[in-house]
């Protein structure tokens, strides 16, 4: 577990309680069913990871394997579950830290670091997921009182 003033990646390969309230606290509890059926998914499919930042990569596969990663929108923020042969990590995100470009692909940015996901069908296919992160950034950065840092 590595955990400095707000980043936050976790060895999510077997489950464990304290993490569990960790990534509650950073970005919310997960929907319920009923929730989730009303937002019609609060999870991505899988993406092709096509690049990250240095802080990221050894989180990746280091031989040729290709890297993948989905993505689950919580209350407070999204966790970014990261694939590396049978190990799992989630990546925590707040609202208040993400940054989301789009440029030939999807790229993630937080906590100085980022993840650039490949444009491909997979990505394609989760656009309307995308945007329903990015609403839910603009609701809480509004609930929030978020919108003068847009300035």
Do not use: C
Request: a positive charge; aromatic letters at 12%.
């Amino acid at each position: 577990m590595r955990y400095k003033d707000g980043e936050m990646i976790l060895n999510s390969t077997y489950s464990n309680k304290d993490h569990k309230h960790i990534l509650n606290d950073l970005v919310g509890k997960p929907f319920s069913f009923i929730q989730s059926i009303k937002l019609k998914g609060v999870g991505s499919k899988r993406m092709v990871i096509q690049d990250v930042s240095p802080n990221l990569k050894s989180y990746m596969n280091k031989v040729s394997d290709i890297n993948y990663a989905n993505i689950e929108l919580r209350t407070k923020g999204i966790l970014i579950y990261i694939n590396k042969g049978l190990q799992n990590f989630t990546w925590a995100i707040p609202f208040y830290q993400l940054v989301i470009f789009k440029s030939n692909g999807s790229s993630i940015h937080a906590q100085g670091r980022f993840i650039h996901f490949k444009n491909n069908r997979t990505l394609k296919e989760n656009k309307k997921f995308f945007d329903k992160v990015l609403d839910a950034k603009i609701k809480y950065d509004m609930d929030n009182d978020f919108q003068a840092l847009w300035i």
